[in-house]
């Protein structure tokens, strides 16, 4: 494993961090963890150096008003002796912050499900330009000091989606954040704070966590034929993971990546690539085949979806990260509207046609998209 250090928390982290979203699940409900399956996963990171370990209050549940599964889960397994070789990283929900009550209780639960006494590294979750001045009116930094000062937090940071004019003024506003996570990967390097967010981040000395470094995944399946051919001009025999990867870790700026392992293979693969990466890995010629592959997929993604779910449960039914996968998916197809996977792998009662516009899961968004209104493109493409 290799380490860099975390901007002013101190902390060596490894240069890959263990992300607790995508826990392998013994069917499609979020909250069926596979208990076996995550112990070895975890055990076999930590053993081969991975002391990053991420969650958050709402990972693993069928409804994000309320809590899931993976602080407990990750609690559970950490505190059998685990925990003085990691550092355990979560986050608490901007979007519930009402009140300095909402802060204190939301925060011992956190505490009691993780079965631990203090936070290493505690995040306001995505904070988003919409509310966040209603959560630092509501005394989010008072909240903040004081946890720091009785102990419960060791680290105080934020992650957000927002815009990088956001992203400047939560930074210009409290003095005592230590490290920031953001969403970077090749397709995603103007988009939201993007590559300069992370940039700034780091030249204020603080520490930086990357998400989405997969693009929920996308990034390391096969890819379109298109972007396979540009791939085949490098002379590099990378696998979309290592491209994807290595597009990170070549930066000095990127201190950490996380990564939402689903299968104990998939911790194994990713923790094989950082023996052969480092800062500086990608040349000129590089560079300009991802460059090349962003283009390509700019003309070939429609939806701008990550399957984060944040916008799930719909409270009409719709699966809408399924709808948007399988619309960009079927554009990338043979230009023939294939409507099988659709609407007969999907219930009719869970088709984009079942939104009534009540535009609640646009707050919800990460990537901003208008959610409604592209579920009437979906809707339009496959056919009511």
């Known amino acids: 494993m290799k380490y860099r250090t975390l901007g002013k928390t101190g902390i060596k982290s490894s240069i890959l961090g263990f992300g607790a979203m995508r826990l392998p699940t013994i069917d499609n409900n979020p909250e069926h963890v596979d208990i076996n399956e995550t112990e070895m996963m975890i055990e076999y990171a930590i053993n081969h150096g991975v002391?990053?370990?991420?969650?958050?209050?709402?990972?693993?549940?069928?409804d994000r008003s309320k809590p899931g599964v993976s602080e407990t889960i990750l609690g559970d397994i950490l505190s059998r002796g685990f925990y003085d070789?990691?550092?355990?990283?979560?986050?608490?929900?901007s979007w519930e912050i009402k009140s300095w009550e909402y802060f204190d209780t939301t925060l011992d639960k956190q505490l009691e499900r993780l079965k631990t006494d203090t936070i290493d590294l505690f995040f306001v979750h995505s904070i988003k330009d919409s509310f966040y001045e209603n959560i630092k009116e509501g005394g989010l930094y008072e909240f903040v000091d004081r946890a720091i000062s009785d102990g419960r937090i060791k680290h105080v940071c934020f992650s957000t989606h927002g815009s990088y004019e956001l992203l400047n003024q939560i930074l210009d506003d409290y003095?005592?954040?230590?490290?920031?996570?953001?969403?970077l990967n090749y397709l995603d390097e103007t988009d939201n704070t993007g590559l300069r967010g992370v940039e700034k981040i780091n030249k204020l000395g603080l520490g930086t966590i990357i998400m989405e470094p997969l693009r929920g995944g996308k990034l390391a399946q096969k890819q379109p034929s298109t972007?396979?051919?540009?791939f085949k001009k490098s002379s590099k025999s990378y696998t979309p993971l290592e491209w994807a990867f290595n597009y990170l870790w070549d930066k000095k700026e990127v201190n950490c990546v996380l990564s939402g392992m689903?299968?104990?293979?998939?911790?194994?693969?990713?923790?094989?690539?950082?023996?052969?990466?480092?800062?500086g890995i990608l040349s000129d010629d590089d560079k300009k085949i991802l460059r090349q592959v962003k283009e390509e997929y700019d003309n070939l993604n429609h939806i701008k979806c990550t399957s984060c779910n944040y916008c799930m449960p719909c409270p009409y039914g719709v699966n809408i990260p399924k709808c948007f996968r399988e619309y960009n998916m079927d554009l990338l197809g043979d230009g023939t509207i294939n409507s099988i996977q659709y609407k007969f792998h999907?219930?009719?009662?869970?088709?984009?046609?079942?939104?009534?516009?009540?535009?609640?899961?646009?707050?919800l968004c990460p990537q901003s998209i208008n959610i409604p209104k592209e579920l009437k493109v979906v809707e339009k493409h496959f056919g009511a």
């Open 227 to 230: 972007v396979q051919e540009i």
């Open 175 to 183: 003095d005592k954040w230590e490290c920031v996570l953001t969403q």
């Open 85 to 93: 070789k990691v550092h355990i990283s979560t986050k608490m929900p």
């Open 346 to 363: 999907m219930h009719e009662d869970r088709q984009a046609h079942n939104c009534v516009n009540c535009k609640k899961c646009i707050e």
């Open 262 to 279: 689903s299968s104990l293979e998939q911790v194994k693969e990713n923790i094989k690539l950082v023996d052969k990466t480092e800062i």
């Open 51 to 62: 002391n990053i370990f991420d969650t958050a209050w709402v990972y693993h549940t069928t």
